[in-house]
């Protein structure tokens, strides 16, 4: 039961990866349609982004007094109405309204989703269950590519780019309907003063010991200083990897390459299904090797990759190794960050404020990943290395942080962790 509801809450990541990577096929019609400057592009792509930091920042609170299952009953209605809308814009504030929504949905998902799926998890599967959000995350971002891939082929003319936005609501109506069948957390029950033993019962599930929670317990910097920090540097390098820029981008990075509109949407489909393939290698390691190890190893391989893109596009030469260095990119970030961040922040905070922690940590990814997908294009514009050798920068500094400072969290319990990481 525990493991059919786990797949089910990932669903919310499904969603997540479809709302991320759709757009990567509609930027180039959308500046035609809109006449948008590289400003209002940005504006355009980052508008969910700022949505997904309210959606995180609102979550945190919510989920630990509502629970998580009750707000991701929400969360499929908000993709639903995110997808439509946007398919149906008539101009680019209605359009970034509607990406606004979605992106309410994504921040919210981030952050309940994985805390849901780890609170119903035994230590020795939690890694794997977590994991699954991010696999069912690469595996909208795969969708997307090929849904995108296969409207650019239909002949839908003026209307392609609306075609291809509003095939999001389909998933997004299924997991809306589907929600309700989830129970709530055993262990959010019990933290919250509330018999649990039926959940608990219904789920396989052995009740670890949690005090009831303090109605108005916060998050302090004196009791929660080291897993406060591990959350906000966890959150930042992942998107100072640049991946989401990357994903929302990777037509028009083909396209300054020299690729065609018809090729660029073929071969995302090929970054999609590395994305996918190293997620799943990486939930197949991350309870057998650990955290730590996966994040250093990624980081040393992602820097390496971002390094020969940024060389392709500053000495102009190479354009056939863009392709495979991208797949490296996406695959050493796949298994590695991709597989662990959701992971790794549920593990880090205490029941009582699990949710808030998590929320933290998202927050961050979405402050900046909002940042960095708005000053992409304006980067680029400027000279198409630039943003590469930034992200090959911040990873080259991720592999001392992590190095120096993450601990293991790999097999141990939530109660075990929360009191080796109090301040």
Request: glycine share 10%; proline share 4%.
């Amino acid at each position: 039961m525990a493991a059919r509801c786990a797949v089910l809450a990932s669903m919310a990541g499904l969603l997540f990866g479809i709302d991320t990577a759709v757009i990567s096929g509609v930027t180039q019609a959308l500046q035609k349609v809109f006449a948008l400057s590289p400003q209002d592009l940005g504006l355009a792509v980052s508008a969910a982004l700022w949505g997904t930091l309210a959606g995180a920042a609102v979550a945190g609170r919510a989920g630990d007094v509502l629970g998580s299952r009750r707000l991701l009953l929400w969360v499929g209605w908000l993709y639903v109405v995110s997808a439509l809308g946007t398919a149906l814009a008539n101009g680019l504030v209605s359009f970034c309204l509607f990406r606004l929504l979605g992106g309410l949905a994504i921040g919210a998902s981030s952050v309940v989703a994985p805390v849901y799926i780890s609170e119903i998890s035994a230590p020795a599967e939690r890694g794997r269950r977590v994991g699954m959000f991010q696999c069912a995350i690469v595996s909208g971002i795969l969708l997307a590519y090929l849904s995108n891939a296969l409207v650019a082929r239909g002949g839908f003319g003026a209307m392609e780019w609306r075609v291809k936005l509003g095939l999001a609501c389909v998933p997004a109506l299924g997991f809306a309907l589907l929600a309700p069948w989830l129970p709530d957390s055993p262990r959010w029950l019990q933290a919250r003063g509330r018999d649990a033993r039926a959940a608990a019962d219904r789920l396989g599930l052995m009740l670890e010991t949690v005090a009831p929670t303090v109605k108005d317990e916060r998050l302090s910097w004196r009791l929660h200083r080291k897993p406060i920090l591990l959350a906000l540097a966890i959150g930042a390098f992942n998107q100072l990897s640049g991946i989401n820029a990357i994903l929302y981008y990777l037509n028009d990075i083909f396209a300054a390459a020299g690729f065609s509109g018809f090729s660029a949407d073929t071969q995302a489909v090929a970054v999609g299904l590395a994305n996918l393939l190293a997620t799943l290698a990486g939930m197949a390691m991350i309870d057998r090797l650990g955290r730590r190890p996966l994040l250093l190893a990624g980081a040393l391989g992602t820097f390496a990759a971002l390094v020969g893109v940024t060389m392709i596009f500053a000495l102009g030469q190479g354009r056939a190794w863009l392709l495979p260095l991208l797949v490296m990119f996406i695959g050493f970030f796949a298994v590695s960050q991709g597989a662990v961040i959701w992971v790794y922040l549920s593990e880090l905070f205490p029941t009582a404020v699990r949710a808030r922690g998590q929320a933290l940590g998202s927050s961050t990814h979405w402050v900046l990943n909002g940042a960095i997908s708005f000053a992409f294009p304006v980067l680029a514009a400027h000279g198409p290395a630039l943003p590469f050798a930034g992200f090959a920068l911040a990873m080259a500094v991720q592999v001392f942080v992590v190095w120096r400072w993450f601990p293991e969290t790999r097999g141990a319990s939530l109660d075990d962790l929360a009191r080796r990481l109090a301040g």
